[in-house]
């Protein structure tokens, strides 16, 4: 067989062939292993390939199917470096991390092995999940499969690029401010940020706390749904992880009722900055949608165009905590110095790249005292607003449609290229994070070859609806699934 | 001439009696184990690893905080204290800054048998740091070592207001505080063990002058609150005299040297960045619970202190001492409940019981010997079966094998002269002997009787039966009259 | 861009989270951050006097957790990963002070 085939696959059709015994575990990730060495010196989406014990795994599996396949069984999974894999090094793209193997598994990789996945490997990424590019990894960018000179999104970018490439079926990565559905929407596939509080972050190594989710990035929506089902849920380790039972299949509505459903427009959405291509795309769906007699509304979100700031302060000044903990003491780098505070200065000053450090300074001031009330507090005050905004608008309508990001995918930055306009790129997608609600990024079009991705947010634990919405669409749409050749001469 | 005030507030930590710690499942037992050996991903602060409260330690913390009279606010909200240490593997606190636990409450306590109340500002939760070690036999030179099985270890602090007025006041309220945690089995209160640590705030002052405060840490025993801020007192006052200017620092106690020492470094606070934790969502704290763990309260050391002194007639001196360790305190109140003499037990305890006590090196709860043990042998005692210096040898013996006080008298063959004719000769002989007595006792003076007896068991040397005594002698007597 | 934080105020900043800064990446940082922080300002448009902070997104009651104590996974293999280890402990440079937590003034 040949990965090409399994271009429009979900996860029940890999399950099929398993059942009919047209392939093995084994032989189907080393086709994904194949696919990736021919991939990855072209668009390095991956830090590590797990390739020794995902064979083994394999085997192990080849030689033992059961009547019953667990919902992943024998599928091979792409991790963004962020997530803690028991054994296998996670470096969240820092040089800080470069030589750390966790201990443990993060309870959603638990969850995975349980399901019977297997670990393929982990993935690119912005340095500690901060950026929209994945340009700010310490071991060299990730590149767009569809045009090799741009920018996959990040801070996901790996794990989306891995999965628009189909080195991979599918991939877990982590949304705080778009990191999950902006690269999703530059690599043409499906990113899925869940409710906050739906997954559980136990392992997942903090950036924001209180906006980080793990987000799920498949080529079908159909995957989205089935990984859902696995890692979604309860857990006693996280203390925001929120007590209810796993999200289930049976809470998306037939497609009868997703028509009864109102969908909202929110025009701030729709700024003059907006690339025209991406507004045409979003507008056409639209279109779509109210030929099949789904009723659109407008809707105002007066507080978006304050978000980000907002935003952005509360996210650095929680990731300046977070990241005290790299110290050198117990586990990461370590820079010898000549005394305790010199090592401390030496080890945090080499490990952590300049991005990284930028938001731990911005972070640092807006905690301190004498400017807490100014930014922090204010940045809280704000998230207040833009909850509130969201619920209002669900007061009228179910669902919003609205871009997922201001631009196609772009160029690398240049040098000495404002940071505040590498984080416009976040505007979509920031606001519904702040607000903790559930959102999906869809492929929705293709602009001479780059992708055009489409958001859907919906109520918090309102997964069902949006899954279903986005499983309409994407029939609907019935747009050609990505397949970028690895071929020398293509660079469209 | 010298009047100054001193002003004296108190910061106590004391280390929450759970099993595990405060946000993981690690065990709470750390005293003499391996270092890093009570750790998990959570406590070692590793990347990714979350916290979870710990529910016995909100329930610890209410019960310390409610025997305080402090107000419960509704909901608990944990900060972040953010710096750099190594002991500290998050590089931050979770701690509670302007919403803690308990707020606005008080503590009663005697100080040189005068009630004194001070107030309580807060008492907070947080979690305990790291151990370090310095250079040493298990270290390369030049080093420090970081041992992460206190980490995350629970404690709740118990701030005063600058109410105390002496280091003897000091000393006093820091007792009973600890007291009051031992009574409500929230802490063991451990100086020497670090389960109860000091730090403490002092200035003086003078009608013109306003006082500066000195921040007093590693006093590690009541002795040393006690000697520490005797000198500080000194130093501050001599330099007043003088009309040199006093820093506000913080200085530690050297318990060697007898001085207080300036700690390098900084004036002024060091800027902790306090925000809520984001991994810790708030939790209510329901009147119902508080409502529960009020009426679950015991007998505090205070009410039982003055219950000694009122019910059992005992001295503020005596009823304190007895009410400091809760076990001896129930062991007391045990002992009357067969042998109600409140004032000869109190005695007793607090000579004999606790000599053998400190001889042996054990708690009362350790001991061999029980209430109705010590109320027998007392009962012997009373009626002079036994004089009273057998009795405290016979106490050593049952102390060192547990047997019951007869047995040690039958053992040791002071045995009891229980034949009756022996005995007839003898009562003979003293009566003989104390004809006053007996004209007394025919008079109808009972304690005439007591004496008669007394006089028996000092003939033979205590090793009368007493009850037969008794009986011999009243048919003697009445067959005299 | 207008200047809300001073190269001073920059400085001692990164002092406070550890972090040695060249003077040409101050520079840098100078302009990029408060590009970055004067656009907070706008925030000013809005009022929020009355307006309560969304410390945390809280859509019920936290799970507590048992008091009961269990053996932790990870920890001799984090030993084993230290940078530095001796006889069970985590090992540090020499730290002077028993209570020291602020720097010695060795950049600002």
Known sequence: MKIEEFRDFSIGDYHRLFKDKEISPLELVNLFLERIKEGEDKIHAFLFVNEEKAKDEAQKKAENLPDELPPLWGLPVAIKDNICTRGIPTTCGSKMLENFTPPYDATVVERLKKAGAIILGKTNMDEFAMGSSTQTSAFGPTYNPFDRRRVPGGSSGGSAASVCSLEAPFALGSDTGGSVRQPAAFCGVVGLRPTYGRISRYGVVSFASSLDQVGLITRKVEDAITLLEVVSGKDDKDSTCAPYPPFGRSEIPAPEEIRKLKVGVPREYFPSGLEKVIKTKIQEVLEKLKEEEIEIVEVYLPHTSYALESYYIVAAAEASSNLARYDGVVYGLRVEGENLQDMYFKTRTLGFGREVKKRIILGTYALSSGYYDEYYLKGMKVRTLVRQDFEEAFGKCDLLITPTTPSLPFFPEKKGRDSYEMYLNDMFTVPSAMAGLPSLSLNCGYDEGLPVGLQIIGRPFEEGKLLGLALFLEKLLALPSPFPLFKEDNNE | ?481 | MREVISLQELKRIAQVSKLELSEEELQGFFEDINNVVSRFEKLNDLDLQDISPTSHLSWSEPPFSSDEPRAGEGGEEVLKGAPQVANGYFVVPRVVDKEEKENEDRRV
Not at chain 2, 214 to 235: I, P
Not at chain 2, 421 to 428: D, H
Not at chain 2, 430 to 454: M, R, T, W
Request: hydrophobic fraction near 35%; include cysteine.
């Open chain 2, 1 to 481: 001439m010298s009047d100054f005030t001193t002003t004296i507030g108190l910061e106590v930590h004391c280390q929450l009696l759970t099993q595990a710690k405060m946000f993981c499942h690690c065990s709470t037992d750390y005293i003499g184990k391996e270092p890093n050996t009570l750790v998990c991903p959570v406590c070692l602060g590793l990347p990714g690893s979350l916290p979870v409260l710990n529910q016995k330690v909100v329930e610890l913390a209410l019960r310390a905080a409610l025997a305080l009279h402090c107000q419960i606010l509704p909901q608990g909200v944990f900060h972040r204290k953010n710096y750099f240490y190594p002991d500290l593997p998050k590089g931050y606190q979770i701690s509670q800054y302007d919403l803690p636990i308990g707020v606005d409450g008080f503590l009663e306590f005697y100080s040189r048998g005068v009630k004194k109340k001070v107030r309580i500002k807060r008492v907070h939760i947080e979690e305990d740091a790291g151990k370090l070690i310095h250079e040493g036999v298990f270290l390369p030179p030049g080093t420090s070592g970081v041992d992460c099985n206190r980490c995350g270890i629970p404690l709740a602090e118990v701030v005063t207001e600058p109410e105390l007025s002496s280091p003897e006041e000091a000393r006093d309220c820091l007792m009973m505080l600890r007291n009051i945690v031992c009574y409500l089995g929230v802490s063991d209160g451990n100086m020497e063990e670090g389960s109860l640590r000091c730090d403490a705030n002092i200035s003086l002052s003078s009608s013109s002058l306003l006082g500066v405060k000195v921040e007093v840490k590693n006093m590690n025993s009541f002795r040393s609150v006690y000697r520490a801020l005797s000198y500080e007192v000194e130093r501050q006052r001599k330099l007043l005299e003088e009309g040199k200017p006093i820093f506000q620092e913080t200085r530690h106690w050297d318990e060697v040297k007898g001085v207080t020492v300036s700690a390098r470094g900084k004036e002024g606070a060091e800027d902790y960045r306090y925000f809520p934790d984001p991994d810790l969502l708030p939790f209510s704290i329901k009147g119902e619970m508080i409502e529960e763990i009020k009426s679950e309260l015991p007998e505090l050391p205070l009410q039982r202190e003055e219950r000694f002194m009122t019910e059992y007639e005992l001295s503020q001196g005596e009823a304190e001492i007895l009410v400091q360790d809760k076990e001896i305190a129930d062991f007391f109140e045990d002992t009357l409940r067969d042998f109600n003499e409140p004032r000869m037990v109190c005695n007793w305890i607090t000579t004999e019981v606790f000599k053998n006590l400190k001889e042996l090196g054990i708690d009362i709860s350790q001991a061999s010997i029980t209430p109705a043990h010590l109320a027998e042998l007392l009962k012997m005692v009373d009626k002079k079966e036994i004089s009273g210096t057998i009795a405290k040898s016979v106490l050593e013996e049952m102390f060192a094998t547990g047997a019951r006080a007869r047995e040690v008298i039958t053992r040791r063959g002071i045995s009891f002269i229980s034949d009756e004719k022996e005995l007839e000769n003898i009562v003979r002989e003293v009566i003989e002997k104390n004809p006053q007595s007996v004209a007394d006792y025919l008079s109808g003076k009972e304690k005439a009787l007591q004496f008669l007896i007394g006089q028996v068991m000092k003939e033979t040397r205590g090793q009368a039966d007493p009850e037969l005594t008794k009986s011999i002698l009243i048919k003697v007597l009445s067959s005299e009259e």
